[in-house]
């Protein structure tokens, strides 16, 4: 009968053991996970932030060469932008790869200056956004001088 | 019936060992062992993460310092090139253009002869940040179409902080 | 005839024969119950352990893999930019960069980008420089006033345009 006693005291002492184990993994996981999930939503923010930068750089590198924001973002992204009143929104993939129904978006605004009498200075604003939510900017600038005859200021 | 009873004990102790049962602390060791672990691998995870976020910051930092630096300094080229063309075809288009090209710019502006052309070399920078500036040098000239100006250079350049700073190459000379 | 008798025959003689059966097969259940709780418990660990060893270390690799393509590029396209002048190799995977007086060879060597420094004078070579990044290829070609810099790392190729000094 101790036998018996002893071996079902130890089976208890052992289920009661695995049983606070469990509650306190349970509670110490849920804050490492919290921990994991951070550094990896950090990582996937980073990345994407990083590609957008390369994105725009280059865009904006065309764009400061020829003024024009259409050949820019075909330079850039390889897919044509079609600008109504200075701006235009492009459907990107996470891979930042033009996309019918990607989840970020790229806003592209021009403003140019008026009058253009010997060049014309524009502005090119690209913001990227995911879930209507912007996570990376660069606004960049080009000056063209108008070509043939210039205005003459008698 | 205790002597029987109590010649169970020492079964008790051959059944334990047997493997019958797990012994109590082992779970209890191996959570703490493995609760160790993910501490670690998570504060390392987060710490990678961290400071390659931090340096793509940085990064993105510098990159809209340039941009901000060149679109500054392309607004200077237009209202250069712009005030070049009021001025073109004028009595003294080196003298007044030079002049004005240093208020627009605040930075230098000569008269030069290139390829047999007189011209106004105009040079100024827009600063980058506290080391480093965007610097522009463009030569201007007398004419009504888009030649009224060349690019000599736009290019970044790192103000040397001390003397001594400069890379150590070897110029060819003896090695003493 | 009693005292031969062996303390486990006594206590079986003292318990009924079916109820101590019945009470046998009970403790091995349990035994073997506990121990499979057990062995599961280690394995739910083991395997906690292994997939938090395994996000560190994807989180690790794309640190430097991202790290190896975005330094390059980054690296390259603000030599571009600090150039007085840039020569492009006739494959592509070379450039010297001349600023200051000085030249700089940018190439793609055999695990990584290579950085070698000489004056100005000095015949300029692809070898013998310093390993700046890690990564597998680079190409820097030319088009429309402009550089475009391709960086090859871990699978991943990106691309990024510079425009001419």
Known sequence: MILLKTYRKSNNLLFAEMIIALLFFVISFTVIIRVFAGADGLERDERRREQAEILAQSAAEAYSVSGNAEWAVRQALGCEAAFADGRCELSLDEGLLPSEDGEITLVLTEKRSEPAVVGCYSELSMVFMKRGEEFYSLDCGAYIPKKGEAAHFD | ?176 | MTSDRSPESRRKAALNGSEYRVRSLADTASAVGSMLLFVLFALCMLMAVAVAADTYGRIKSGYQQSFGTVTSMKYISNKLRSADNVTIFEDGTAAAVESGGMVSVIYCGSDGLYEKNSATDDLVSADGGDRISAIDSMLITERDGLYEITVRSGGESSSMLVRKG
């Open chain 2, 1 to 176: 019936m205790t002597k029987e009873n109590f010649g169970g004990s020492g079964e008790t102790r051959s059944k334990k060992s047997s493997g019958g049962i797990v012994g109590v602390g082992y779970i209890s060791i191996m959570l703490i062992f493995t609760v160790i672990c993910l501490t670690i691998f998570a504060v390392l995870s987060f710490q990678a993460a961290y400071s390659n976020n931090r340096l793509s910051e940085r990064g993105e930092q510098f990159t809209q310092q340039y941009y901000a630096a060149d679109m500054q300094a392309k607004k200077i080229l237009s209202e250069l090139d712009f005030k070049s063309a009021q001025l073109t075809g004028g009595f003294d288009f080196f003298g007044e253009f030079a002049e004005a090209a240093r208020e627009i710019s605040g930075g230098t502006a000569e008269k030069t002869v290139r390829d047999g052309r007189e011209c106004v070399q105009v040079d100024y920078s827009v600063d980058l940040n506290s080391r480093q500036k965007l610097s522009v040098s463009v030569l201007f000239q007398s004419a009504y179409n888009e030649d009224r100006y060349e690019i000599l250079t736009w290019k970044t350049t790192t103000e040397e902080t001390s003397g001594d700073s400069h890379q150590n190459v070897w110029d060819g000379g003896d090695i003493d």
